[in-house]
Every structure is written in C-alpha cells, then in structure tokens.
C-alpha cells in the first residue's frame, strides 16, 4: 500500500540515464517475479511461468518506451496538500468507492458460485475468464471512445454498467446468465480502468505526477484492503445474502461520485490558487 507512494515521490524527484519511471517499473517487475518463483521452491511451473509472464509482458511495456524527463521539474517538498486540489480529491474519492465495491466481490466470489448456485469450481473460474476476455476486448474501444467524448463519462458508464451487473448477479441462475454478467463486469472495469489513470494525469501537477499516481494506489489498495475485511465478516455473520446488494450500492455511490465530480484540467492557475491556499493556512 504505502511503496506505491513512495516509489511516486521518490520518482518525480529523481532521474536516471534510462528515465524516471522506467527504473522503479523494471526494479520492481523483477523482484516481484523472483520472489514468485522462489515462493514454492519446488512447486515449480506455474510460478515459473507466472513469473516469466510478468518479467517479458513489462519489458515489453518499457524497453521500446523512451521518456521525455526534460519537461519534468523536481518538486520542492513532500506535503499531503493534494486535499487542496478539489478534482485530485474527487478522483481519489471515486476510485475508493469503486475498489472498495470491486474488494467485496472478487476474493469471494468463486466460493458463492459453488456455495449458492452449486457450480463447481472450473465453472466459476471460467466465469472469471470471461471477464478477463470481455474486459481485453473491449479496452481499445473505450480508449478511443474516452479520447473522442470525455474522460468523466466513460468512467461514469463504466461505475454504472459495473453496478448494474452487480444487481444482475443477484437473480443469476444459470451458468450462461453468469457469463453474460461477468461479460458486463469486464467491460465496466474495463472503462474504469482506462480512465482514472488518464484523467489523473490531466488533473494532477506534472512535476508531482508519480507521487499522486502513488496516492490514487494507495487508495485503491486500501479500499480493497477494508472490503475483504468486511465482507468477510458479514459473510462470517449472514452467509451470502448480502454479497451482490452491498456490492452494487457501493459502486451506485461510486457512479454519484463521478457524476457529480468536476475533473478539471491542471494548470499554472491552478496551482498558483493552490499555493496561496496553502501559504494563507
């Protein structure tokens, strides 16, 4: 939760021959697989191959990548003043609610599809496939479509398809009904997840861009962190009654959030506004 943070300001206010960010993607990719494939010992394979996958998929992400450091500047301190920064604020709030619903779900969800509707664990995991599948496909078309119309919106649709499955998932009584709605799922992540990242960018000062990117994870990790918990306990307590109803009306939260944010793009304005906030208090 808090390495996000501190690879962002650590990043933003150093440079390395092969860039800013590029050290800590590549750092931490191969740590992260090698510490996989030392976590078994010799229950080999999949680590093996998990990670392999994950060492090859961010050099490819990397290597041909080369940063423009020149348009960055270092910031001159660390301070949690993005609370003064009311679209910064808002984003953060939105992707809490939307990681704290997300939480609830996943690490429980195998375990309803074969406890409620007696599906058998391959089935459910297949289900979680075609999400995976749904959500890739449909990547490139919300990237375009987030382009072409507006970031605010596509995030927005995504947080209500994303709920509206949700209360799908409720009345699913068949395994092709189960697809259809994780199908939806995926896709509704997907938005989201091509967005926030984006939007941030927009909306965040340059020259503290790793540091806030650091701070959204933060949040995102956090929230999932909160939902497991809980939801754990309330299935602990009342079994899955409530799985799919607590689960949708954190994401509507989420979707009231965004609409009813203001993504504002970062400029010098807005950071002189900023700092004459911050010097006055």
């Not at 090698?34 to 191959?49: E, K």
């Not at 270092?74 to 984003?91: E, R, T």
Request: hydrophobic share 55%; proline share 4%.
């Amino acid at each position: 939760m808090f390495v996000q943070y501190l690879a962002g300001v650590i990043s933003d206010r150093i440079t390395f021959k092969i860039g800013k960010r590029k050290p800590f993607i590549l750092g931490g990719a191969i740590l992260a697989a090698l510490t996989i494939m030392l976590l078994p010992l010799f229950h080999n394979y999949p680590f093996l191959a998990a990670g392999f996958l994950g060492i090859v998929s961010v050099l490819i992400g990397t290597i041909p990548i080369k940063e423009n450091t020149s348009k960055y500047t270092k910031p001159s301190k660390i301070s949690i003043d993005f609370i003064k920064y009311s679209s910064v604020l808002m984003l953060f709030a939105s992707v809490f609610f939307v990681f704290l619903s997300y939480g609830c779900i996943t690490p429980y969800f195998v375990k309803y599809c074969v406890q409620q509707l007696h599906f058998t664990n391959q089935t459910a995991s297949t289900g979680l496939f075609v999400l995976t599948i749904a959500g890739a496909l449909f990547t490139l078309p919300a990237g375009i479509i987030s382009d072409k119309v507006d970031r605010r919106f596509v995030l927005f649709l995504g947080a209500v398809i994303f709920a509206v499955a949700l209360v799908l998932a409720t009345f699913v009584n068949s395994v092709q009904s189960m697809y259809i709605v994780l199908a939806l799922v995926g896709i509704g992540f997907i938005c989201i997840q091509v967005t926030i990242y984006a939007i941030l960018a927009e909306i965040a000062p340059p020259e503290r861009l790793g540091e806030f990117m650091g701070i959204m994870n933060l949040f995102i990790s956090l929230s999932q962190w909160i939902a497991t918990l809980t939801m754990g306990w309330i299935l602990d307590s009342v079994s899955f009654k409530y799985f799919f109803p607590i689960s949708s009306s954190i994401m509507f939260i989420a979707a009231i959030v965004i609409l009813f944010s203001r993504f504002n793009k970062f400029n010098s304005q807005n950071k002189s506004e900023v700092e004459k906030y911050v010097s006055k208090y």
